[in-house]
């Protein structure tokens, strides 16, 4: 069973940044695409973030030019930089394969941005 245990979140003002990191117990990042997740509350859960295993990504138009994803193959963790931090951008943030996840989700880590 891959755990997945993500890590970062935390309580920013608007303009802030926040790195996340999610780090899987198996071998399961490195052999698929990987992505970041949002969900806020009485909102379904959103992608907002992927990359492949060669490197390639793509972003939601809502996080496009302020997010970067990276990953760590060699210790199956992927990161998700967050710049110019919004209130909108509020959310339980969780990793898992893209863009069908294929793992049990995590607990996710909280992002409370005050305006």
């Known amino acids: 069973q891959v755990q997945l245990v993500e890590s970062g979140g935390g309580l920013v003002q608007a303009g802030g940044s926040l790195r996340l990191s999610c780090a899987a117990s198996?071998?399961?990042?490195?052999?698929?695409?990987v992505g970041w997740y949002r969900q806020a509350p009485g909102k379904q859960r959103e992608l907002v973030a992927q990359?492949?295993?060669?490197?390639?990504?793509n972003y939601a138009d809502s996080v496009k030019g302020r997010f970067t994803i990276s990953r760590d193959n060699a210790k199956n963790t992927v990161y998700l930089q967050m710049n110019s931090l919004k209130p909108e951008d509020t959310a339980v943030y969780y990793c898992n394969t893209a863009p069908t996840w294929i793992a049990s989700w995590g607990q996710g880590t909280q992002v409370t941005v005050s305006s």
């Open positions: 990359i492949s295993r060669g490197g390639s990504t």
């Open positions: 198996g071998s399961i990042f490195s052999l698929n695409t």
